[in-house]
């Protein structure tokens, strides 16, 4: 058993009967009252958002987990197959347990969370950044903006992003894959 203070991004419990991971926490200590945690709940199952209050000291059930590395194969509809780098093992998951499936490339190394007590995948970690090449954007207009314009640029993985009017077709660009934008134009 946990408690509020052990609650970090990543951390994977168990709550109303199901699996959720913690995607999003911040401690609050107001100038009344007792110390909270605001977190947001993302469930392994069935990938619903909640947004929850854990007062402080309350006991959190956190799940014992284990990471292995698997590269994304290929899509087949909802479906998303991984091959494990180390053993060749294939595993099938649903697209509501990815974070961002709309940023995966095919031979992209991911981090699988499997729970340790019946083997279950339970989430996928992407890298913090992926490199992805501009299939598509529009032409740049320079001359009638005043500061960080940007204009919709799609990605060989076909995810829209915002990316500023230096960026072509063809250019590969470094994007977070937490938030889904624009870092840097990479350069080979």
């Not at 060749?88 to 974070?99: A, C, G, P, T, V």
């Not at 969370?113 to 501009?134: G, H, K």
């Not at 076909?158 to 077709?169: D, H, K, Q, S, T």
């Amino acid at each position: 058993m946990a408690n509020t203070s052990d609650i970090r991004k990543g951390l994977c419990i168990k709550y109303n009967h199901d699996i959720y991971k913690i995607i999003e926490f911040l401690h609050v200590k107001p100038g009344k009252g007792p110390a909270f945690v605001r977190t947001k709940l993302k469930s392994v199952t069935t990938g619903k958002v909640i947004d929850n209050t854990f007062s402080a000291g309350h006991k959190i059930e956190d799940v014992r987990v284990e990471t292995r590395s698997y590269q994304y194969l290929y899509p087949e509809g909802d479906t998303y197959h991984f091959m494990n780098t180390d053993d060749y093992n294939q595993i099938s998951l649903q697209k509501s347990s990815l974070d961002a499936p709309d940023l995966l490339k095919e031979g992209e190394v991911v981090t699988i969370l499997f729970n340790t007590e019946d083997s279950m995948p339970l989430s996928v970690e992407m890298p913090a950044s992926v490199i992805l090449e501009v299939t598509h954007t529009e032409p740049g207009v320079k001359g009638n903006t005043a500061t960080n314009a940007t204009k919709p640029a799609t990605v060989e993985t076909g995810a829209r992003i915002n990316v500023p009017l230096f960026i072509n077709e063809g250019d590969k660009i470094k994007v977070d894959t937490e938030k889904g934008n624009y870092q840097e134009r990479v350069k080979e």
